[in-house]
């Protein structure tokens, strides 16, 4: 092999291994659902892994990251309306967001794709 095939094998490898690290975030994110503390490590791991990973990859991490930080924002609104009555129907809303952007997350992820617009707050 090559000099150049081999350094390409090793960035392929390391791409490969970042990869995993994006892919354990949306995982912990989803069972932060239940466990609320794997939220908070995968939002730990995503800002710790942004700095040195593909730009690709920063896409996910950055959308990671507002994921998290978006939801708890909504997750505090509904918290806080929950005398109103409209609160159960914020944090519903909520959790189906949040939940459809780790999968779509998720989706790119497997697909070796950037997320497409990673500030968006939507989808």
């Known amino acids: 092999m090559t000099d150049n095939a081999t350094d390409q094998a090793i960035e392929k490898a390391k791409a490969k291994g970042a990869a ?8 912990l994110y989803l069972v932060g659902i239940a466990i609320g503390l794997t939220g908070l490590i995968g939002l730990i ?3 710790v892994n942004k700095g040195d990973a593909a730009d690709w ?5 950055q959308f990671q990251i507002r994921t998290f930080w978006i939801g708890l924002l909504f997750a505090v609104i509904g918290g806080a309306t929950m005398g109103f009555g409209v609160g159960f129907l ?3 809303a909520t959790f189906v967001w949040f939940v459809v952007r780790c999968v779509k997350g998720l989706k790119f992820l497997s697909k070796e794709e950037a997320v497409p617009n990673p500030t968006t707050w939507i989808w």
């Open 57 to 61: 990859l920063k896409s996910h991490y």
């Open 20 to 27: 995993k690290m994006a892919q354990i975030v949306y995982i």
């Open 90 to 92: 914020i944090i519903f």
């Open 45 to 47: 791991m995503a800002y």
